[in-house]
């Protein structure tokens, strides 16, 4: 019998009638004759309200304890949908990350899985049992619970579907598929029925918050089938049409992939800036500054190095906003002291916005098209990064809709594949 795990976000999860619309959804795959692993978020709305009674105690919550305060969240969750499948006749267990246990590191508020022990799992779903995990949390080798992590549901979900060897591994959601951007920024975004492995990887790590970015990693490495697609659909329909709706994550590139130049449009809020101003410039300095930081456990995505004629240099770089704190307290009083350096500045009012597409290697002159919409929207780019199939801006925040509109026209996204 083959196995198939399904993940429910927040919004699929997010009342009681929508709970019992999963469990008949479910319900109907069990009957089918699947086994079933079902991994829900917490209730939309939950882990929010959770961090903000957090941060009316602590500034910056312990985060030790605010995993173990997140983690209320997908607990109750698993045991409504526990009772709502009861309630349809099935047979169904609930299980929190420890109890698998799913095996995760010790960085509270974003651990990575290690390892999942599928045995009480298994034994539960050849009970004939729908087994339900707990989405977003695991436990360290201390034993104490962790969580992977914004939006880290998909990532449990991916996980288990990796480790037990799932045929498939379906996200349900509140839209129908992966767009060519967010259809809640651009209401003319188009739905893709497959999207390339490469491409949705960059577009998770772009900021494209259908999926986690390591549940894309995850997929990837253990190639296991993904797709993503609406909850929010007649429960009940027929199962030829639910197993071909929505986006698949493909592997391989094949006949079906469309073939534009960009395919997708991402973009992030979560970004600061901080920079570092007349530092010596001398062999080491990067390491001196970046170092630091990232022994402070904070993750610096884009970097520039701007070499002035004084025999001084300035970099630039952006982490995530949530950690803007940590790093321009780490810079002010730590770092700027132990390099020499004249100052250190910080904005938060930014965001990075990209174009990916794997058409890009094979295509000159994408770049220059990205850098001329926005020049003639008058938005000034902050940094630029690239790579073989995307390019970055960072621009000021207040025109990210705009940017991503006017991206989105320039490259024909709105228009359906030749
Ligand atoms: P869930 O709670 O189901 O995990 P999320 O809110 O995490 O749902 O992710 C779904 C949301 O992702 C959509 O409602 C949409 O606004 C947003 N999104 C961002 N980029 C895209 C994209 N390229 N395609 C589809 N949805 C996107
Ligand atoms: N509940 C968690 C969050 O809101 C995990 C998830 O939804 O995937 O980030
Ligand atoms: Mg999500």
Known sequence: MSLIVHKYGGTS????????????????????????????????????????LAKEIQAEPDPRELDMLC???????????????????LDAIS????????????????????????????????AGKVVIVTGFQG???????????????????????????????????????????????????????????????????L??????????????????PTRVLSSLTDPMMSLDDEKVSGTLITFEEDEHMEQAVVSGIAFNRDEAKVTIRG???????????????AEANIDVDMIIQNQGSDGTTDFTFTVHRNEFNKTM????????????????????????????????????????????????????????STSEIKVSVLIDDKYMELAVRALHKAFGLEKEAA
């Not at 996200?171 to 060519?180: A, P």
């Open 139 to 205: 436990i360290d080798d201390q034993g104490n619970q962790t969580t992977l992590g914004r939006g880290g549901s998909d990532t449990s979900a991916v996980a288990i579907a990796a480790a037990m060897g799932a045929a498939e591994c379906l996200i349900y959601t509140d839209v129908d598929g992966v767009y060519t951007t967010d259809p809640r920024v651009v209401p003319e975004a188009r739905r893709m029925r497959v999207v390339s492995f490469e491409e949705m990887l960059e577009m998770a790590s």
């Open 207 to 224: 900021g494209s918050k259908v999926l986690q970015i390591r549940s894309v990693e995850f997929a990837g490495k253990y190639r296991v």
């Open 71 to 89: 983690c209320t969240g997908e607990q109750a969750s698993v045991a409504l949908l526990a009772m709502a499948l009861k309630a349809e006749g």
């Open 329 to 384: 307290d780490l810079l002010k009083n730590k770092i700027q002291g132990s390099v020499g350096a004249r100052e250190v500045a910080g904005d938060t009012n930014v965001c990075k916005v990209s174009i990916v597409g794997i058409g890009m290697r094979s295509h000159v002159g994408v770049a220059s098209l990205m850098f001329k919409t926005l020049s003639e929207e008058g938005i000034n780019i902050q940094m630029i």
């Open 279 to 293: 530092v010596p410039d001398k062999p080491g300095v990067a390491y001196q500054i970046l170092g630091q930081v």
């Open 13 to 52: 999860m997010g009342s009681t009638e929508r709970i019992k619309n999963v469990a008949k959804r479910v319900a109907k795959w069990h009957r089918a004759g699947f086994q079933m692993v079902v991994v829900p978020s917490a209730m939309s709305g939950e882990t929010n309200r959770l961090i903000g």
């Open 95 to 126: 299980f929190s990350g420890w109890q698998v246990p799913i095996k995760t590191d010790s960085s509270h508020t974003k651990a990575r899985i290690e390892s999942i022990d599928d045995t009480r799992v298994k034994a539960e779903l050849n």
